[in-house]
């Protein structure tokens, strides 16, 4: 991470302290600025806590409706095909409630760009079970903890899109500098592949959630390196 | 001016290109899928472009993000795919995006048949999805006004920033008819002032989203119930046929005006004094029109395809209970005109029955 913030980081955040979505949101602004593309930039923005990259990002947003990226990114790389067309959206937004509007712009390869910010609930409503809700995890909907049996399986983006003829497709974290760098390097290939105009591109970012999580933010970035990396490997499993 | 000779669906369709529309994403659905396949081709002819979506809530989303980039963007459907777009078209609303959708009705509930219907009349002109709104809602009775209406509908949106529906049936966007197509309207989509074209670093980016978080609501709220008063005060529009001195009035729109227009020749060759506003606006309804009918009027008839008479409510509220208001409902069959005029008479000799089907 750069040591000051790019310009077009507005000082203000409303995420809670030790969230995840502030600290991608740094990394994604520091990636525009250094290419020079934030004014080339329209972002579709998703409903959930991510989308209030909005009030610290000055960059070009349309909202559409909870999880609707997926049509919209669609549509605006149509309409403007110069401009770069990048959503940042929640777990909940991009693989439940929009995961019909996901997978079809990329099974099309839409030459559009995904930001996932997986924390493995619906934060903004108060922390529910998600698809991605780990095995065991307790949540404001699965009280006793998810169960396969009860709940059905959690949702891996890797196992579904990976044999999707797309341009990239990767799963990184934020949990200390050495990842941190790693993303901001995934988040800049995404961009790239679509510069190149080689399609479809989706970013999954593991983040954590310490307000939903009942966790300190120390202990919810130990969460993220312990509970979920073994389950869910980071790396980069598309790339073409 | 040229002369085509086009189903309702294409004139639709034609006339939103020279209107302007340079974008279109849609479903297949009868009876609108012509408006889906002629934009399909037509779009690549004007440097336009064209998506079909993977469903309709797909669609009327991608309407919603083309229109924010500056496009004159279209979707359409039609019974249980005009029910799905009603999310995105709140959000269309309250992001103040002049998109337009058209909605060639089907009869039915659920996924209900594939002929003509105005059973959705209630769906389209008092909302439809949810919180506090009306589109403005056009009503075609020709392939003729289909083209026409589809052509001015960009503007009109834009004027109020304000989506417009286009509601359209089953029978006029499948029949044939002459009609003339007017010139191809120029419009530039980087001069629209709401489009997103990306803000460089340093200037103010813009956001466009529906009312809640971005500014004060109170003032929100303000400018929008202004511009719907503005909306109704203004542009009410509807047609009359020998009301002033008829005994009773038809109120009907689409293809039942057609047939109502009949009644109205055939019971004047009769001898029966009788009279037809054909709302064109169903949102606003033209209350106007029922403000200067005469005292000598016995009874307003309307004419639907539906079963509960879904438009008489708006007559009673713009005739104020001042005659009767009877409702000749056909659910899906076209009335015949013999049936209309029949009707009328019963009107007359105190026979007829205002019924509270609801
Ligand atoms: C159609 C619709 N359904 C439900 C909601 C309520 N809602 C708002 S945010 C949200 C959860 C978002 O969760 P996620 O996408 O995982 O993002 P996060 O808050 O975790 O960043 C939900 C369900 C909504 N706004 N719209
Ligand atoms: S609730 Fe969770 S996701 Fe939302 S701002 Fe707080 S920490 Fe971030």
Same mark, same amino acid.
């Given at each position: 991470?750069?040591?000051?913030?790019?310009?077009?980081?507005?000082?203000?955040?409303?995420?809670?302290?030790?969230?995840?979505?502030?600290?991608?949101?740094?990394?994604?602004?520091?990636?525009?600025?250094?290419?020079?593309?934030?004014?080339?930039?329209?972002?579709?923005?998703?409903?959930?806590?991510?989308?209030?990259?909005?009030?610290?990002?000055?960059?070009?947003?349309?909202?559409?409706?909870?999880?609707?990226?997926?049509?919209?990114?669609?549509?605006?790389?149509?309409?403007?095909?110069?401009?770069?067309?990048?959503?940042?959206?929640?777990?909940?937004?991009?693989?439940?409630?929009?995961?019909?509007?996901?997978?079809?712009?990329?099974?099309?390869?839409?030459?559009?760009?995904?930001?996932?910010?997986?924390?493995?609930?619906?934060?903004?409503?108060?922390?529910?079970?998600?698809?991605?809700?780990?095995?065991?995890?307790?949540?404001?909907?699965?009280?006793?903890?998810?169960?396969?049996?009860?709940?059905?399986?959690?949702?891996?983006?890797?196992?579904?899109?990976?044999?999707?003829?797309?341009?990239?497709?990767?799963?990184?974290?934020?949990?200390?500098?050495?990842?941190?760098?790693?993303?901001?390097?995934?988040?800049?290939?995404?961009?790239?592949?679509?510069?190149?105009?080689?399609?479809?591109?989706?970013?999954?970012?593991?983040?954590?959630?310490?307000?939903?999580?009942?966790?300190?933010?120390?202990?919810?970035?130990?969460?993220?390196?312990?509970?979920?990396?073994?389950?869910?490997?980071?790396?980069?499993?598309?790339?073409? | 001016?040229?002369?085509?000779?086009?189903?309702?669906?294409?004139?639709?369709?034609?006339?939103?290109?020279?209107?302007?529309?340079?974008?279109?994403?849609?479903?297949?659905?009868?009876?609108?899928?012509?408006?889906?396949?002629?934009?399909?081709?037509?779009?690549?002819?004007?440097?336009?472009?064209?998506?079909?979506?993977?469903?309709?809530?797909?669609?009327?989303?991608?309407?919603?993000?083309?229109?924010?980039?500056?496009?004159?963007?279209?979707?359409?459907?039609?019974?249980?795919?005009?029910?799905?777009?009603?999310?995105?078209?709140?959000?269309?609303?309250?992001?103040?995006?002049?998109?337009?959708?058209?909605?060639?009705?089907?009869?039915?509930?659920?996924?209900?048949?594939?002929?003509?219907?105005?059973?959705?009349?209630?769906?389209?002109?008092?909302?439809?999805?949810?919180?506090?709104?009306?589109?403005?809602?056009?009503?075609?009775?020709?392939?003729?006004?289909?083209?026409?209406?589809?052509?001015?509908?960009?503007?009109?949106?834009?004027?109020?920033?304000?989506?417009?529906?286009?509601?359209?049936?089953?029978?006029?966007?499948?029949?044939?008819?002459?009609?003339?197509?007017?010139?191809?309207?120029?419009?530039?989509?980087?001069?629209?002032?709401?489009?997103?074209?990306?803000?460089?670093?340093?200037?103010?980016?813009?956001?466009?989203?529906?009312?809640?978080?971005?500014?004060?609501? !109170?003032?929100?709220?303000?400018?929008?119930?202004?511009?719907?008063?503005?909306?109704?005060?203004?542009?009410?529009?509807?047609?009359?046929?020998?009301?002033?001195?008829?005994?009773?009035?038809?109120?009907?729109?689409?293809?039942?005006?057609?047939?109502?227009?009949?009644?109205?020749?055939?019971?004047?060759?009769?001898?029966?004094?009788?009279?037809?506003?054909?709302?064109?606006?169903?949102?606003?309804?033209?209350?106007?029109?029922?403000?200067?009918?005469? !005292?000598?009027?016995?009874?307003?008839?309307?004419?639907?395809?539906?079963?509960?008479?879904?438009?008489?409510? !708006?007559?009673?509220?713009?005739?104020?209970?001042?005659?009767?208001?009877?409702?000749?409902?056909?659910?899906?069959?076209?009335?015949?005109?013999?049936?209309?005029?029949?009707?009328?008479?019963?009107?007359?000799?105190?026979?007829?029955?205002?019924?509270?089907?609801?």
């Amino acid at each position: 991470m750069a040591k000051s913030a790019p310009s077009i980081m507005k000082c203000e955040n409303m995420f809670c302290a030790g969230c995840g979505h502030s600290l991608f949101d740094r990394l994604l602004g520091e990636v525009l600025t250094e290419m020079d593309i934030v004014g080339e930039s329209i972002s579709c923005s998703d409903i959930g806590c991510n989308h209030m990259y909005q009030y610290s990002m000055a960059v070009d947003t349309v909202v559409p409706p909870h999880g609707k990226m997926g049509a919209a990114m669609a549509a605006m790389k149509k309409v403007r095909p110069d401009k770069y067309i990048f959503s940042i959206a929640g777990d909940g937004g991009a693989y439940a409630i929009g995961l019909g509007e996901t997978l079809s712009a990329a099974t099309r390869n839409d030459n559009v760009t995904f930001f996932v910010m997986n924390n493995t609930v619906y934060a903004m409503t108060g922390g529910q079970m998600a698809p991605t809700t780990m095995p065991g995890q307790y949540s404001s909907s699965s009280i006793k903890g998810r169960t396969a049996e009860e709940h059905g399986r959690t949702f891996d983006v890797v196992k579904l899109m990976q044999n999707l003829e797309i341009a990239y497709l990767a799963r990184c974290t934020v949990t200390n500098a050495a990842e941190m760098a790693k993303t901001k390097r995934c988040i800049k290939k995404a961009l790239e592949k679509q510069r190149d105009g080689k399609g479809f591109s989706l970013v999954e970012v593991l983040v954590p959630c310490p307000t939903n999580w009942g966790l300190t933010p120390p202990e919810a970035m130990r969460h993220i390196e312990n509970d979920l990396v073994p389950y869910l490997p980071l790396g980069e499993y598309i790339d073409r | 001016m040229e002369t085509m000779l086009l189903k309702g669906n294409e004139a639709l369709a034609e006339g939103a290109v020279r209107g302007g529309c340079r974008f279109y994403a849609g479903y297949p659905i009868t009876p609108q899928s012509e408006i889906l396949e002629y934009m399909s081709w037509r779009q690549n002819e004007v440097g336009g472009s064209f998506i079909q979506g993977e469903s309709e809530i797909a669609s009327v989303n991608m309407v919603f993000a083309a229109t924010a980039l500056g496009a004159r963007a279209l979707t359409s459907s039609s019974g249980p795919g005009f029910s799905l777009k009603q999310e995105g078209i709140a959000y269309w609303v309250s992001a103040g995006m002049p998109a337009v959708v058209a909605c060639v009705s089907r009869y039915g509930i659920g996924d209900g048949f594939i002929g003509p219907g105005q059973d959705n009349y209630w769906q389209a002109v008092k909302g439809g999805g949810n919180g506090d709104y009306h589109l403005l809602v056009l009503a075609p009775n020709s392939v003729q006004e289909n083209m026409d209406m589809a052509y001015e509908s960009f503007e009109l949106a834009e004027k109020y920033m304000h989506p417009v529906l286009i509601l359209s049936d089953a029978t006029i966007g499948q029949m044939l008819e002459p009609c003339t197509a007017p010139p191809m309207k120029e419009y530039d989509k980087d001069k629209a002032p709401w489009a997103l074209k990306g803000t460089p670093i340093g200037q103010k980016n813009k956001v466009i989203t529906d009312m809640t978080y971005n500014q004060d609501i !109170d003032e929100w709220n303000r400018d929008y119930i202004r511009k719907m008063r503005l909306i109704m005060e203004t542009e009410q529009r509807w047609e009359e046929i020998s009301v002033p001195d008829a005994d009773v009035v038809f109120v009907a729109y689409g293809i039942s005006s057609r047939i109502a227009e009949g009644a109205v020749r055939l019971g004047r060759e009769r001898g029966l004094k009788l009279g037809l506003i054909r709302p064109i606006t169903l949102w606003p309804f033209p209350r106007k029109a029922f403000a200067r009918l005469s !005292d000598s009027v016995k009874g307003l008839v309307t004419v639907e395809l539906n079963m509960m008479g879904q438009m008489r409510e !708006d007559v009673i509220l713009a005739s104020h209970w001042r005659c009767p208001a009877y409702s000749v409902t056909t659910a899906q069959r076209i009335p015949e005109v013999e049936q209309l005029v029949c009707f009328a008479e019963s009107v007359l000799n105190g026979s007829a029955v205002e019924e509270e089907v609801f």
